[in-house]
């Protein structure tokens, strides 16, 4: 159980990095999103919405094994944490794409930003 929390660990903290490339450096730029919002934003906002959930899904998982045994104390508490910075950052990185393309195009996006 240990390797596969460590495993969850792991991939939160891709998912950490790969939040915070999107924040540093967009996706796509003015003109990409101006040409077609079809082919930018919205499989974006699919993609950031399947990650959120698998995000979701793992920190319950997580959860569940917080209260499993003692043993598993510390290693769930740092997966959890990574967990939720990952969807910190996924999730800002979604806002600010969205932000652009309602300044390029000025189409404004549904409940949160449009994952919904």
């Known amino acids: 159980m240990k390797s596969f929390l460590a ?7 891709a998912a ?24 930018t934003w ?7 919405g399947v990650v959120l959930a698998l ?15 003692r043993h598993l104390r510390r290693i769930s508490c740092v997966a959890l ?8 950052t996924q999730f800002a990185g979604h806002v600010l794409l969205s932000h652009q393309a309602t300044r390029v195009t000025g ?5 949160l930003y449009g994952l919904l």
Request: net charge negative; with cysteine.
């Open 7 to 13: 495993v969850l660990v792991a991939i939160a903290l």
């Open 16 to 39: 950490i990095v790969n939040g915070a490339w999107q924040i540093l450096s967009p996706p796509y730029s003015d003109a990409q999103i101006a040409a077609s919002l079809v082919d």
């Open 42 to 48: 919205q499989p974006h906002a699919f993609v950031t």
């Open 55 to 69: 995000l979701f899904t793992a920190g319950c998982v997580v959860l569940a094994c917080l209260f499993a045994g």
């Open 81 to 88: 944490l990574a967990i939720f910075v990952a969807i910190g």
């Open 107 to 111: 189409q404004t996006f549904g409940a």
